[in-house]
């Protein structure tokens, strides 16, 4: 069974802050799809990133990184510098082969950013 | 740009009635999904589709039937609507290879009384 576990309920930081939001996944599978979102409290929902289970190198993308480990079975985003419209609820999940890969999403992680 | 966008926004049913949501996407994507999200939890996926004509269960299909009959479109129906089906709604596309990219809609804000 595929499981994903966001182990931080809720995050508070001061703006310019570094963080990090940890997932942690279980699969039995060895191809799979990474993913995270990020839903601001206006509710939308916005694609971030998607990193295949074959391709371990570490992405970033402006104040965004991605850092995933398949010996850990992390898959773990950073922000740096933190601002306040970084203020969302971030959801990491995962994809398992089957049709357009069947996703299961982590409870995800409340990040505030204080000025 | 419309991207994807749903309709409607916000609906209020009562225990037994019957509604469709609507989902349309322009970007010619082949796959489509609809989730319910519910306080406190992450998405559930209840059923997708992997081009024009196909349907599959999610995760949470119970209680939903949809239709793909034309690309753009993708619909959810709640035959006989239950207070467990009071969610947020969120339909999605992506275009599956590369160069990969997914769009959610706004969400539809359904209560079942």
């Known amino acids: 069974a595929q499981k994903v576990t966001q182990a931080q309920t809720e995050i508070s930081v001061v703006e310019k802050e570094d963080v990090t939001l940890d997932c942690v996944y279980e699969t039995r599978d060895t191809t799979y799809y990474l993913f995270w979102y990020k839903q601001p409290p206006s509710g939308e929902l916005v694609f971030l990133i998607r990193r295949n289970s074959f391709d371990e190198q570490n992405e970033i993308s402006g104040r965004y990184s991605w850092n995933f480990q398949k010996s850990t079975s992390s898959f773990n985003f950073t922000i740096t510098a933190s601002q306040v419209v970084d203020s969302a609820v971030y959801f990491c999940?995962?994809?398992?082969?089957?049709?357009?890969?069947?996703?299961?999403f982590g409870r995800g992680t409340s990040l505030i950013v204080h000025p | 740009n419309a991207g994807v966008t749903q309709t409607p926004k916000f609906r209020v049913l009562k225990t037994g009635q019957s509604m469709t949501l609507l989902c349309a996407q322009d970007m010619n994507h082949e796959y489509m999904y609809w989730y319910r999200q519910d306080p406190g939890m992450g998405l559930r996926l209840i059923h997708y589709s992997v081009g024009e004509g196909t349907t599959a269960k999610g995760k949470v299909p119970d209680g939903y039937n949809v239709s793909r009959l034309k690309k753009q479109n993708f619909l959810l129906g709640l035959e006989s609507a239950a207070p467990s089906q009071t969610s947020v709604y969120f339909c999605a596309s992506d275009s599956g290879g590369l160069p990969y990219e997914q769009y959610f809609g706004p969400g539809t804000r359904l209560t079942v009384t």
């Open positions: 999940a995962l994809s398992e082969p089957g049709g357009s890969y069947i996703p299961t």
